[in-house]
């Protein structure tokens, strides 16, 4: 009964270092979202997917990247950390893109020194 | 004016007392609705969704009003486990979901 599953839970970087945040879902869900949520803020919308091999930019799509080649994969790149990147980041997925609930993994604590 | 407002509270709440959220949005071809519980630390959960009739799952009841274009949501009989941040989540006729910056409930002992 996985869900969505990350990895790391938690990683410190340095500054310009690069990393991959890890989202996997078993749910055989075509839609896939990664989100950063700061503190005290609302969750922003950085990239999406409404399938294998097709990505769009959400809100805060700048220093990141993603990439879709499986229906359960959907890991996000970050290239040349910097501090304001220091976030939590949650991925989830969805049967149906807006209409349908969103499951949620339990999120990536990443710190840029 | 943001996508999905909502009130960040806290609402500082005796445990037994009925408490209530409302979350505004500003587009009205905005079709699915729902509310999220967030604890802290951890990620959102579905706690229901909306319905133009309106709702209810056991002590939480859940409203939309599509003229005035808010949602809301009522818990009755408060319990401690209720304490939590509360997350509106609106899709404005997309892939997307917006979401609220939500509000924080505390239930006193």
């Known amino acids: 009964n996985a869900g969505v599953t990350q990895t790391p839970k938690f990683r410190i970087l340095k500054i310009g270092q690069s990393m991959t945040l890890q989202c996997t879902q078993d749910?055989?869900?075509?839609?896939m979202y990664w989100y950063r949520q700061d503190p005290g803020m609302g969750l922003k919308l950085i990239y999406y997917?409404?399938?294998?091999?097709?990505?769009d930019k959400g809100e805060v799509p700048n220093g990141y990247n993603v990439s879709r080649s499986t229906t359960e994969d959907f890991p996000l790149r970050l290239e040349l950390a910097a501090p304001s990147q220091t976030s939590v980041y949650f991925c989830a997925s969805s049967s149906e893109g807006g209409l349908e609930t969103q499951y949620f993994g339990p999120g990536t604590r990443l710190l840029v020194l | 004016r943001k996508e999905v407002e909502q009130d960040p509270g806290p609402f500082n709440v005796p445990e037994g007392a009925t408490v209530a959220f409302n979350c505004t949005y500003s587009n009205s071809a905005s079709q699915s609705f729902f509310w999220y519980r967030q604890d802290c630390r951890k990620e959102p959960k579905l706690l229901m969704s909306v319905y133009s009739s309106g709702n209810e799952d056991g002590r939480f009841t859940a409203q939309l009003n599509r003229a005035s274009q808010y949602i809301s949501l009522l818990i009755r009989d408060s319990k401690l486990s209720d304490s939590a941040t509360y997350l509106c989540?609106?899709?404005?006729?997309?892939?997307?979901?917006?979401f609220g910056t939500g509000t924080r409930l505390k239930v006193l002992a």
């Open positions: 989540v609106v899709n404005p006729r997309s892939y997307k979901y917006i």
């Open positions: 997917s409404v399938g294998a091999g097709i990505t």
């Open positions: 749910m055989n869900h075509n839609y």
